[in-house]
């Protein structure tokens, strides 16, 4: 008997495990965020207490030629075509781009005509417009580096026959050439009144065609000539305006031995500042920014081994763009990267060393959509617009500014760089870009211990730092994105005023509408519907926070606002609303959900009581009811014959075990083995029903959940294809994730 009941025993045992087991099994998103969906992650850590160095005043700056910001702040003097540019508007530009540093043209052939006077200084120009430009740098606390330059074609000693163009010859009487360099000073600087606001370089690319151009590039003939020009112009200007800042060599690479060594050899404590050209990047090297680093190697190399005076570098010119390569069209994406790129490294390398000068600001004539497209902006009256290295220009000019400390910044993936300065407020501005050349996303941590939120400049969206760290979402292929750090006044205790203007207390006819809330201080919102899972919220500003809820069923709802300051004080609101769609509308059409892994799609039950509590229900098995008398699933939608008799046969399984048992009902042993039993079945039971409601809990939070990482998305700049490509390759199903797409965009894929 003992032994019939044990086997009576295990085989319900065992039917009641297999009944457990089979239950379907619901993937969780616990913990689901962007930084699970980046491909790759990158920590990247501030050291406030490293300092590099203090960003030079005059770090930025661009080429001018010296036009475009001359004149009397109404018209420029000349024109292209029928066109005449404004200086005010290209002025303003200057202005708001934050650069410091002008790089302009003496052009003193123009001004310096003919022989007549002895001295040379036979002027026949008109110097307004240069000196206005003068005064207006002073005035805007700007600096301008005038290249001495090009000869009188009078005073040019072409006596070798090396010049095919005299201009760009030696003189034939440097006292002339120095009485006219002093004549150009005197004037412009109105006789020394603005000489603090001026630097010399001594001619341009002597090494190439600029300086003698009949001999070869760096042919020492030409190094000779030009060194002897340097030193006498060098003298001339310092022996009367000893505070002005005079440097060279101006050459288009370093790499040129005897101009380099000749110069280095020569001049070493005779320089105010060594200057060079970078343009593209040469075969021997993979990038724009190797090529950068590579040539002030040389320089510094050689800087030593001539024992010079190296620690003011001018790079007067530079353009990632080479000669060979048209700009019949821009990828802005890649070229903003190489611009940040470019400035972040000279940033955390020499910030107080470098100057720089894109060439170059501005063009007096349309693009013509051949050949190089140089400039930095064009007018309204001309292409009107603002090319990529005005924006990257300006926004490093301003993010990193002349002033701001540098300090150490560091990243552990090779592929995200990243720059950090600290302005004399105390917060840090911080630029992350990623070089890499592969479409895959990396997901950012940064760790920086000074601040308690990081705010992304472009878009206002705050990142809470915690536990010194700040997840600032994922960086895609080429980006360049800029925060500044925020500080949390200390003594916060008010928790902020929250207001929901979307949804109001009133009957909804649709079953969708939108979550508006808005607080009067900086912080985050999220929302709950009734008693279900919290719900984060999209923002621009953190002040304004939109979402939008849809396939709401008909019924009653309570939507509770809940919002924190950056200090931590938080409060809520509550409104109630009530959705009443009729059934023409579509109020009892189906919809998919699913959750992750597994994909499974799911019937949304919608049943609507007397009571007027109407619930959803979604479901991969039983009704409402849980009683097993329909098995109404995506697959079974009738609950047909088939499922009926699959749960008759599990009764009669149930049955066939019981009936076992009820012969041994009066003996001792059965009392004992029935109560167990009985209690086996009684847990059995609580444990089947109440994995039964968590696994719809859980698929309603997973759906949930998975709604909440694409708003996050959204809201990070991700569209909709990217977002479903990204989750389906992390195993995510087609069809759960354009389900739950479409409930977020309220709109197809």
């Not at 479901?619 to 329909?630: F, I, L, P, R």
Request: proline share 2%; glycine share 8%; net charge negative.
């Amino acid at each position: 008997m003992f032994k019939k009941s044990l086997r009576a025993l295990i085989v319900l045992f065992i039917f009641l495990a297999v009944i457990y087991l089979s239950l379907p099994q619901v993937a969780k998103l616990t913990g689901f965020t962007i930084s699970e969906q980046a491909a790759n992650q990158a920590i990247l850590t501030i050291n406030p207490e490293q300092e590099i160095g203090v960003i030079r005043q005059d770090f930025y700056g661009a080429n001018t030629g010296g036009e475009f910001l001359a004149g009397d702040m109404n018209t420029y003097g000349t024109k292209s075509g029928s066109i005449y540019l404004n200086v005010t508007e290209y002025r303003d530009a200057w202005i708001n781009s934050g650069m410091k540093y002008i790089r302009a043209d003496m052009s003193l052939e123009n001004y310096y005509l003919n022989t007549s006077n002895s001295s040379g200084i036979n002027f026949a120009g008109n110097l307004t417009q240069q000196i206005e430009t003068v005064k207006w740098a002073n005035k805007n606390n700007l600096k301008i580096l005038y290249i001495s330059g090009y000869m009188p074609r009078w005073l040019a000693d072409n006596s070798s026959g090396k010049c095919t163009n005299l201009k760009f010859c030696p003189p034939i009487n440097y006292t002339k050439w120095n009485n006219i360099i002093l004549d150009f000073l005197d004037r412009v600087t109105v006789n020394g009144t603005y000489v603090s606001d001026i630097d010399i370089e001594v001619w341009n690319e002597p090494d190439y065609d600029f300086w003698m151009q009949g001999l070869s590039k760096d042919n020492s003939t030409k190094a000779t000539n030009y060194y002897i020009l340097y030193n006498s112009t060098y003298h001339t200007i310092k022996n009367k305006y000893s505070e002005i800042n005079i440097g060279g060599p101006s050459l288009t690479w370093f790499y040129e031995n005897n101009m380099r060594d000749l110069f280095l050899s020569n001049f070493s404590q005779q320089m105010d500042f060594l200057s060079f050209h970078n343009y593209d990047v040469p075969n021997d090297f993979v990038n724009f920014e190797d090529a950068l680093k590579s040539s002030l190697n040389s320089l510094f190399n050689n800087c030593t081994k001539y024992n010079a005076h190296c620690s003011r570098i001018v790079i007067s010119e530079w353009n990632d763009f080479s000669i060979d390569r048209k700009n019949n069209y821009i990828n802005y994406h890649e070229e903003n990267n190489i611009l940040a790129g470019y400035y972040l490294y000279l940033l955390n390398a020499y910030p107080s060393n470098i100057s720089s000068n894109l060439y170059q600001f501005a063009q007096p004539s349309k693009y013509s959509g051949s050949g190089q497209l140089w400039e930095m902006f064009s007018g309204s009256q001309l292409d009107n617009a603002y090319y990529p290295s005005y924006n990257v220009t300006k926004n490093f000019a301003h993010y990193h500014a002349g002033g701001d400390m540098v300090v150490n910044s560091s990243s552990d993936n090779s592929n995200i760089k990243v720059v950090s300065s600290r302005k004399s407020n105390g917060t840090y501005y911080i630029t992350v870009i990623s070089t890499s050349a592969t479409n895959v996303d990396t997901n950012i941590d940064l760790s920086l211990t000074d601040a308690n939120a990081l705010q992304n400049l472009e878009t206002g969206v705050i990142y809470p730092v915690s536990g010194g760290f700040a997840n600032i979402g994922a960086l895609q292929q080429y980006d360049v994105k800029y925060f500044a750090s925020i500080t949390i006044p200390a003594g916060d205790v008010t928790a902020p005023i929250i207001a929901v203007t979307s949804p109001t207390s009133k009957t909804y006819t649709t079953n969708s509408i939108n979550i508006d809330i808005s607080i009067n201080e900086l912080g985050i919102c999220t929302y709950v519907l009734n008693s279900g899972t919290q719900n984060s919220m999209s923002t621009t500003n953190n002040l304004l926070f939109t979402r939008s809820e849809s396939s709401l069923a008909n019924g009653n709802y309570n939507l509770t606002a809940s919002c924190i300051d950056l200090s931590g004080n938080g409060d809520t609101a509550t409104v109630s609303f009530t959705i009443n769609v009729s059934a023409s509308s579509g109020s009892s059409s189906g919809s998919s959900a699913g959750g992750g892994g597994g994909g499974a799609t799911a019937t949304q039950v919608v049943s609507s009581n007397t009571d007027n509590s109407s619930s959803a229900d979604i479901t991969n098995g039983a009704n409402n009811n849980n009683n097993g008398a329909s098995d109404v699933t995506a697959n079974n939608p009738a609950g047909d014959k088939q499922s009926n008799q699959t749960i008759k046969s599990r009764r009669g399984i149930l049955g066939a075990a019981i009936s076992d048992l009820s012969g041994i009902a009066k003996s001792g042993w059965g009392i004992v083995i029935i109560g167990l039993i009985t209690a086996i079945v009684v847990v059995l039971i609580i444990i089947v029903a109440y994995k039964s409601a968590l696994k719809k809990a859980e698929k309603k939070a997973t759906h949930e959940g998975l709604k909440e990482w694409i708003q996050k998305a959204k809201a990070m700049g991700h569209n909709d294809k990217n977002i479903h490509k990204m989750l389906t390759q992390h195993g995510w199903d087609s069809h759960v994730v354009h389900k739950a797409i479409r409930d977020v965009s309220d709109r197809p894929l």
